[in-house]
């Protein structure tokens, strides 16, 4: 079977302090769960509980508030004790509700009840995924009901895409949870192909992982949907939408079918959909990978919403010696942690504390003209002229030039021997001004 790829640039990105992906241990609940108001693109969800107040498992405790804002859930039953606020490393600020645990759970250990979906129309579906707050978990977080809306005037036939896409390892979590709740996946793939009237299904695998394309093939001769499977390379930046396109509309062209607007999830956002719409659940927790060079044992665990990143990285045994870095995401895009407070959200797929000695922690040095970073971009941009150019324009003024075409996905930040932050600069030199 053939393998699809992107034309040029990317790299093979492997990391030894993953943890293994062929197990997964579920976390301690959390005795005090932090639960912020921001998990997603938009504004801060409005509180609609007070200090005191007692909530339930799964409970409505912020309302969304317009495009990019999503509904928030109480991941545990219990107390509020208290609002906290704090500014993450970029800067922007956000606020949290402080939930002390106790009293009864309401769908921990408790009898599941399936819900039929079939016979409800579009916008049903699409309301039911807004209520539960359900948002891009391998993504940036933007509101899927959001995503569905916005295709309501679409014109042009839709492909919805099952994104298994692992290019980075720090997906690992993602593939164990592909694996454990393949029947969700697959079902939630389908809701989701309803609600957005999409007319097929493809499953976009790595193409080292053709036995989970053939189960999830075979998970979906159920439904009434044409589905397929076409597998990719795992060269990173594979998964990103650029990229994958490319390689749909190269499969579409082989194929002969006429792909239109492309819409993508990856397995946990699906399984999210399908929890949602079929068992009337919010998104209580979630898979993710914890590890780096400076943690004790390495693992995937699955995490209620709210628990506090110091708490899983006591659960993976602690640390070696101090980190130089902690952050949340992949070490290629991830979000630096500047308090172990901080808790695990709907968008945590992975955290990770690296020791100083790791590559890609040195200090950065000055550009050594070495070509590599033009090699790897799949975009096929210069970063070495874009990064010089953005060090001499005026901060006030956007790139008029390709910095705009950067999509950061982090490549020619990995070959730099300097250690250079390229892809930031280019990005920021691309959008400053407006």
């Known amino acids: 079977m053939k393998v699809f790829s992107f034309p040029r640039g990317g790299i093979l990105f492997e990391d030894p302090t993953v943890p293994p992906k062929d197990s997964c241990v579920t976390a301690f609940l959390p005795g005090l769960s932090v639960i912020p108001l921001v998990q997603h693109t938009g504004g801060r969800a409005y509180p609609i509980v007070s200090v005191g107040d007692y909530v339930r498992e799964g409970m409505l405790i912020g309302r969304g508030q317009g495009l990019g804002s999503a509904n928030i859930h109480a991941a545990v039953p219990g107390r509020v004790i208290r609002m906290v606020s704090w500014k993450a490393a970029g800067g922007s600020p956000n606020e949290a509700l402080v939930i002390r645990m106790e009293g009864s759970f309401e769908k921990l250990g408790k009898r599941v009840e399936h819900f039929p979906?079939?016979?409800l129309s579009i916008y049903e579906l699409q309301?039911?995924?807004?209520?539960?707050?359900i948002v891009e978990m391998d993504g940036p977080g933007r509101p899927v009901s959001d995503m569905l809306s916005s295709l309501r005037s679409l014109k042009e036939?839709?492909?919805?895409?099952?994104?298994?896409?692992?290019?980075?390892?720090?997906?690992?979590?993602?593939?164990?949870?592909?694996?454990?709740?393949?029947?969700?996946?697959v079902e939630g793939s389908c809701i989701a192909a309803r609600a957005s009237r999409a007319v097929r299904i493809i499953f976009a695998v790595s193409h080292g992982e053709k036995d989970l394309g053939r189960m999830l093939l075979a998970e979906a001769e159920s439904f009434d949907i044409p589905v397929s499977m076409i597998l990719v390379s795992?060269?990173?930046?594979?998964?990103?939408?650029?990229?994958?396109?490319?390689?749909?509309?190269?499969?579409?062209?082989?194929e002969g079918i006429e792909l239109g607007y492309i819409l993508s999830f990856g397995p946990a956002t699906l399984a999210a959909i399908f929890d949602a719409v079929k068992l009337k659940k919010p998104i209580l927790e979630r898979y993710v990978a914890v590890g780096g060079s400076a943690v004790k044992k390495a693992q995937v665990m699955k995490v209620r919403i709210g628990t506090r990143i110091g708490e899983i990285f006591a659960e993976c045994g602690g640390f070696i010696?101090?980190?130089?870095?902690?952050?949340?995401?992949?070490?290629?895009?991830?979000?630096t942690v500047v308090d172990l407070d901080e808790p695990v959200i709907k968008t945590t797929y992975a955290v990770f504390a690296v020791l100083g000695g790791q590559a890609g922690n040195a200090l950065p040095g000055s550009c050594i003209s070495c070509g590599e970073c033009r090699a790897v971009c799949p975009v096929g941009l210069d970063p070495e002229e874009l990064y010089k150019k953005a060090a001499i324009t005026d901060s006030r003024e956007p790139d008029s030039g390709r910095a705009p075409e950067c999509h950061g996905c982090g490549c020619c930040d990995v070959v730099c021997p300097s250690r250079l932050l390229l892809s930031s600069s280019i990005v920021n030199s691309a959008y400053r001004g407006y």
Request: glycine share 6%.
């Open 117 to 119: 979906w079939q016979g």
């Open 127 to 133: 309301r039911i995924v807004s209520e539960y707050g």
């Open 157 to 185: 036939p839709l492909t919805l895409v099952v994104r298994c896409v692992f290019d980075d390892p720090w997906l690992v979590a993602d593939y164990v949870l592909c694996r454990e709740r393949i029947k969700a996946v």
């Open 234 to 254: 795992s060269r990173y930046p594979q998964r990103n939408q650029r990229e994958l396109d490319l390689v749909l509309r190269m499969y579409g062209k082989k």
């Open 321 to 335: 010696d101090k980190p130089k870095r902690i952050a949340a995401g992949s070490p290629l895009l991830g979000r």
